[in-house]
C-alpha cells in the first residue's frame, strides 16, 4: 500500500466508514511511516476540532414568541368579535321583547282599554307588566346588568308556565288562553341568554415573555 492509500483509509476510518484495508496493516504502516503518522496526528487534531467546535445557530426565540402571541391575538379578536355580534343580536330581542310588552300594557294602565271585568286587578297586572318591560328595557340597554333581573324574570316564567299547567289540567282554562303566557318564558331565555353573553370577558389577551423563559 502506498501512503496515499494508508492516508485514504486512515481518513476513511476517521469518519466512522470502512477503510476498505484491514486495522493491523494501517497500523503498521503509520508506525514505521514517519510522514503518515505525522499526517494521522494532524487529522486527528483536525477531526477532534470540527466535532467539538460550537455551531452558531441564529436564535428565534423571538420571532417563534411573536408568532405565537399574534396567533393568540387573533384567535381572541376573533372571539371578541362573535361575542359582541350575539350580545347585539340579543340586546335588539330583549329591547324588542321590552316595547311589546309596554304596547301591550300601557294601553291597559292609562286608557283602560281591554279592561276585564275586574278593573282593579287588571290594571294591577298592567302596572307589573310595565314594570318588568322598564326592567327588559335598563337590561337591552346595560347587558352587564341583565344577570340582576333574571331572578325576577325566571321566577315570572316558571310560575306562570306551572299555573297554566295546572289550570288547563284542572279544566278551568283553555290552551289557547295561556298562549300569551309562553312571551314570558321567551323573554327570561333572552334574558338568561344576554347575561351569560354578556359576563364572558370582553378584554384582549395580554401575554408576557421574559426572555429564556417558555
Known amino acids: 500500500m502506498t501512503c496515499d492509500d494508508v492516508r485514504a483509509a486512515l481518513s476513511a476510518r476517521l469518519d466512522g466508514e470502512d477503510p476498505g484495508a484491514p486495522p493491523a496493516a494501517l497500523d503498521a504502516h503509520t508506525e514505521g ?8 496526528a494532524r487529522a486527528e487534531q483536525v477531526t477532534r476540532l470540527t466535532r467539538v467546535r460550537a455551531v452558531q445557530v441564529p436564535d428565534l426565540t423571538a420571532s417563534v414568541l411573536a408568532a405565537v402571541a399574534a396567533d393568540r391575538a387573533s384567535a381572541v379578536g376573533a372571539t371578541s368579535a ?27 294602565l292609562l286608557a283602560g282599554l281591554g279592561v276585564g271585568v275586574d278593573p282593579h286587578t287588571s290594571r294591577e297586572m298592567a302596572s307589573f307588566d310595565v314594570a318588568l318591560a322598564v326592567g327588559f328595557a335598563l337590561a337591552a340597554w346595560r347587558p ?3 344577570r340582576a333581573f333574571l331572578p325576577v324574570a325566571l ?58 423563559r417558555g
Open 144 to 146: 352587564e346588568r341583565a
Open 33 to 40: 511511516c514517519p510522514g503518515c503518522r505525522s499526517w494521522l
Open 155 to 212: 321566577v315570572l316564567a316558571v310560575c306562570l308556565a306551572a299555573t297554566s299547567a295546572l289550570d288547563i289540567v284542572n279544566s278551568t282554562t283553555a290552551l289557547v288562553h295561556e298562549v300569551g303566557h309562553l312571551a314570558a318564558v321567551v323573554q327570561a331565555g333572552l334574558l338568561w341568554a344576554l347575561g351569560r353573553v354578556s359576563g364572558e370577558p370582553d378584554r384582549p389577551l395580554t401575554t408576557a415573555v421574559a426572555a429564556g
Open 82 to 108: 362573535a361575542a359582541r355580534a350575539r350580545r347585539q343580536v340579543l340586546r335588539v330581542a330583549v329591547a324588542v321583547a321590552a316595547i311589546a310588552q309596554l304596547a301591550v300594557a300601557l294601553p291597559i
